[in-house]
């Protein structure tokens, strides 16, 4: 198994940074990509970013594209989410995820709440 522990949520205002923490453990020589999800009140969970875990290769959603930025530490089998330009439709909590090369994002962190508000 995979466990998984996002950090650095919190409160900020429009236009300010957060950068997300996703700490990774247990059979991470088995994780393929890590991804970042969101969701909303009231909404469906929505992915977010994602990172190849080899090569560092990512891919965005388009409504974070030139905001967001993936990106990740192996030696700290750590992945970072990078959160600029942030506007009040990025509020939700946000959990990290992790997949092998056959499977769909089977391991989940428990999320990190995200608040963009003056």
């Known amino acids: 198994q995979v466990q998984l522990v996002e950090s650095g949520g919190g409160l900020v205002q429009p236009g300010g940074s957060l950068r997300l923490s996703c700490a990774a453990s247990?059979?991470?020589?088995?994780?393929?990509?890590m991804g970042w999800f969101r969701q909303a009140p009231g909404k469906e969970r929505e992915f977010v970013a994602s990172?190849?875990?080899?090569?560092?290769?990512?891919d965005y959603a388009d409504s974070v594209k030139g905001r967001f930025a993936v990106s990740r530490d192996n030696a700290k089998n750590t992945v970072y989410l990078q959160m600029n330009s942030l506007k009040p439709d990025d509020t939700a909590v946000y959990y990290c995820?992790?997949?092998?090369?056959?499977?769909?994002?089977?391991?989940w962190g428990q999320g990190t709440q995200v608040t963009v508000s003056s």
């Open positions: 995820a992790s997949r092998t090369p056959y499977t769909n994002y089977n391991y």
């Open positions: 247990g059979r991470t020589f088995s994780v393929y990509r």
């Open positions: 990172i190849k875990w080899s090569d560092g290769s990512t």
